[in-house]
């Protein structure tokens, strides 16, 4: 079936930048998503990469995508403690199809 | 972006008791809505698809009886945890897809539920 892994927590310092990783499954995975969580809160869609791009540049978000090895990555650089967070990973076929979600990598910074 | 309400962001609830909880697209019209269900440092899990004006599609293993599903129009479903019972207790999120933005599913803040 579906699956994927994300590493569950990384540490950084205010100023560094983050790279927080994700494998997954399923090939035929059309998207690739990435999601910020703050505690006691949904969802927020950080940004997507469709899977015949390499990479997605969006402010200070990275996202590259290895189709080959099916791996996913999220940069984040000049982390904040803003960033503070949990961070999870999403495939989908796209459209309203379901999204399979990894189980999130909690992401601390500190001063 | 889109947004998507949920109400009530918290519930406390006596067991055996059943509650409500509603989810809106405020500006656009979800055609498709999904409810999930998130327990403490656990990743999201997907209960049920719901498309406006049909029966919602669950997930294995997630009891319809004990969680109804109601997409009445294109901008409300509810889920309704009837006879609740501490086991759950959690995290309840909606998302909604539609209205032109076919490939991104757009979060509630999510609805903490305790039962007693």
């Known amino acids: 079936g579906e699956d994927v892994e994300q590493s569950l927590f990384l540490s950084v310092r205010e100023g560094d930048s983050s790279v927080i990783n994700c494998t997954y499954t399923?090939?035929?995975?059309?998207?690739l998503y990435w999601y910020k969580q703050e505690p006691g809160a949904g969802l927020q869609l950080l940004t997507y990469i469709f899977s015949n791009m390499d990479m997605k540049q969006d402010q200070r978000l990275t996202v590259l995508l290895n189709k080959k090895d099916k791996h996913l990555s999220l940069r984040i650089a000049d982390t904040q403690t803003g960033d503070s967070a949990i961070y999870f990973c999403?495939?989908?076929?796209?459209?309203?199809?379901?999204?399979?979600f990894g189980k999130g990598t909690m992401l601390l910074v500190s001063p | 972006g889109a947004v998507v309400s949920q109400h009530p962001s918290w519930v406390i609830c006596k067991s055996g008791t059943s509650v409500k909880i509603e989810c809106r697209s405020l500006?656009?019209?979800?055609?498709?809505m999904f409810w999930y269900r998130q327990f403490p440092k656990q990743s999201l899990m997907l209960m049920a698809t719901?498309?406006?004006?049909?029966?919602?599609?669950?997930e294995q293993g997630v009891e319809k009886d004990k969680f109804l599903i109601n997409h009445a129009s294109l901008t409300l479903s509810t889920l309704t945890v009837t006879s609740a019972h501490p086991e759950d207790s959690s995290f309840y999120i909606c998302s909604a897809g539609g209205g032109g933005l076919w490939n991104e599913q757009f979060f509630g803040p999510g609805t903490r539920l305790t039962v007693l």
């Open positions: 719901s498309n406006e004006g049909s029966k919602a599609t669950y």
């Open positions: 399923d090939s035929s995975s059309t998207y």
């Open positions: 500006d656009f019209q979800a055609t498709t």
């Open positions: 999403a495939e989908s076929w796209g459209g309203y199809s379901t999204l399979t």
